[in-house]
């Protein structure tokens, strides 16, 4: 957490002693705020059995999720980098600058860039804490039983649990349109995959909602 003193220039005396007091606890809060997704909410928010029911489907959304973060550290290096310039331009013009407004402007620019430099070094050893995250989730879910070179092996039978478990939720008070978006895709893929041996037969709340 960068210097705390620029806050503290424009602050009053008494809001200025109360920052002051609370420095290190602030400090401290800023160092261990959560940042991006703990191990708790990958593996209940986002690889939770209702939206990914399978090993296969949990470990491809391990997939997504972490080229994301690595395309968003990436994109992050690329700011910091200019960033890094940027403070150098400013640290030049204040020592070469003749106009003392000018001077004391580039200060506040530097203080900000300095400020910004902070935040983005903190998120973007948060992004690695999360790929590094990712990777030992894929490594939890990949018992060999799957296929791990393309996403299409599995998504008929991982969708289709999953629509099962939405069809689940449905009630004689959904919507036409709910019924349609879960019912549809869920004949569709028992259908055309042939998960059942005998013919399928139209659900009847989907043909109500048509």
């Known amino acids: ?27 401290d ?7 991006f997704r703990t191990d708790t ?3 209940i ?25 690595l395309d968003n550290l990436v994109s992050l290096s690329f700011d910091m980098r200019r960033n890094a310039i940027k403070r ?7 020592v070469d600058s003749t106009d003392p407004l000018d001077a004391a402007e580039a200060k506040v620019d530097l203080d900000e860039a300095e400020w910004g430099q902070a935040s983005m070094e903190q998120v973007a050893r948060d992004r690695v ?20 070179t393309s996403p299409n092996t ?25 019924v349609i978006n879960v019912l549809g895709p869920l004949q569709t893929v028992k ?3 042939d998960f059942r041996i005998e013919p399928v037969a139209p659900d009847p709340l989907l043909a109500s909602a048509l």
């Open 129 to 148: 804490r999360e790929i590094q995250m990712w990777s030992q989730l894929k490594g939890e879910l990949d018992n060999g039983l799957f296929d791990t």
């Open 1 to 27: 957490m960068n210097d705390l003193a620029p806050a503290l220039a424009v602050l009053n005396d008494l809001d200025r002693q109360a920052v002051v007091h609370l420095a290190d606890e602030l400090r």
């Open 45 to 69: 928010s986002v690889l939770n059995d209702g939206s990914h029911p399978t090993n296969a489907s949990k470990y491809w959304q391990c997939i997504r999720e972490q080229t994301v973060m």
């Open 154 to 178: 599995h998504q008929a039978h991982s969708l289709m649990l999953e629509l099962e478990n939405r069809k689940a939720t449905l009630t004689p008070g959904s919507s036409q349109s709910e």
């Open 29 to 35: 809060a800023w160092t261990k705020r959560q940042v």
């Open 88 to 94: 150098e331009r400013l640290a030049a013009k204040i």
């Open 41 to 43: 909410e990958a593996r």
């Open 191 to 193: 259908r055309i995959y």
